[in-house]
């Protein structure tokens, strides 16, 4: 295996502001009743990806559709991309109604050749500071894969799962309006999420594929409204897709490093694994 390092380029820096009208909407995709939440309140944690946003020009896309998620990402001649995980930081509140400076940067990039061909490890940041701030609110990490073609799931790829043991659980079946809406709220145009025609043909899924984001924002929801707590840090890792219409479980476990969270999909299959510290001790 060969390792290439790539110099990054300079921050993209906007001042977003955190919307009234967006919180409600990402309220009304949770199902939850929008006119509770009004200007001033604390942005629930895990609500603040609308403001991660970046504004890519149609034009300017990947051919997968990927806008880059606020920040471009390079170019490297490898189609397909997939979030291998991500890691939140949870240093202050945000305010419904009031400005954030956002700042969004390329960490790192790494390209590799491997076995299986050449691939890249993408790193990207954003940091979520109120403007009336001296420091920081949010930071998130993002950690990207780029790769060459697939075609196709492997018997390995659909192999079962073993029985779910979990102290809570909760079932979520994500429908394709679920997923347009989270999409358009983020503006995450990659198609893998939105064209069921091009993820099995061109990418060789089984069906729309469930963003990565929205799992993360499933278990914070998890944690808020089941398990009520709020995570001060979570560090995320994916370790299989997702996909629309099939049931998944969320499930949460507390032990001494704190709470460990997991999604299964449909066969029981570990998906989405999270270790999460939370404001207050577990009682």
């Known amino acids: 295996m060969t390792e290439q ?4 380029a300079s921050p993209v820096c906007a001042t977003e502001r955190c919307s009234l009208t967006m919180v409600r909407r990402v309220a009304a995709m949770l199902d939850l009743n929008p006119g509770t939440f009004r200007e001033g309140d604390a942005l629930p944690r895990g609500w603040h990806f609308f403001m991660l946003a970046g504004e890519t020009l149609r034009s300017a896309l990947r051919p997968d559709g990927f806008p880059g998620l606020g920040v471009p990402i390079p170019d490297l001649g490898l189609p397909r ?3 291998g ?3 939140v930081s949870y240093r202050g509140p945000l305010v419904i109604g009031a400005d954030v400076e956002r700042t969004s940067f390329v960490k790192s990039v790494t390209e590799k050749t491997t076995s299986s061909g050449p691939m890249a490890i993408v790193t990207i940041q954003h940091e979520l500071r109120p403007v009336s701030a001296a420091s920081q609110s949010v930071v998130e990490t993002q950690t990207y894969m780029l790769l060459g073609e ?3 799931y492997t018997k390995a790829d659909t192999a079962p799962g073993v029985p779910i043991q979990a102290d809570h659980r909760k079932q979520v079946v994500p429908d394709e309006t679920l997923l347009f809406q989270y999409s358009a709220l983020g503006f995450n145009s990659h198609k893998i999420h939105l064209d069921r025609d091009y993820a099995q043909r061109v990418e060789g ?3 729309l594929v469930v963003n ?6 499933l278990l914070t929801e998890f944690m808020r409204t089941e398990l009520g707590c709020e995570p001060t840090e979570l560090t995320v890792k994916h370790m299989a897709p997702l996909f629309c219409n099939r049931p998944l479980t969320l499930t949460a476990n507390y032990g001494e ?7 299964y999909d449909d066969i029981n299959r570990v998906a989405v694994t999270v270790e999460a ?4 001790p577990h009682v």
């Open 85 to 87: 995980g991500r890691m």
């Open 257 to 263: 490093t704190g709470w460990q969270l997991r999604v």
């Open 81 to 83: 991309l997939l979030l």
């Open 212 to 217: 990565g984001g929205l799992s993360t924002l």
């Open 150 to 152: 697939k075609t196709g």
């Open 5 to 8: 390092a790539w110099t990054t």
């Open 277 to 280: 510290q939370t404001q207050h």
């Open 205 to 207: 899924l089984l069906d």
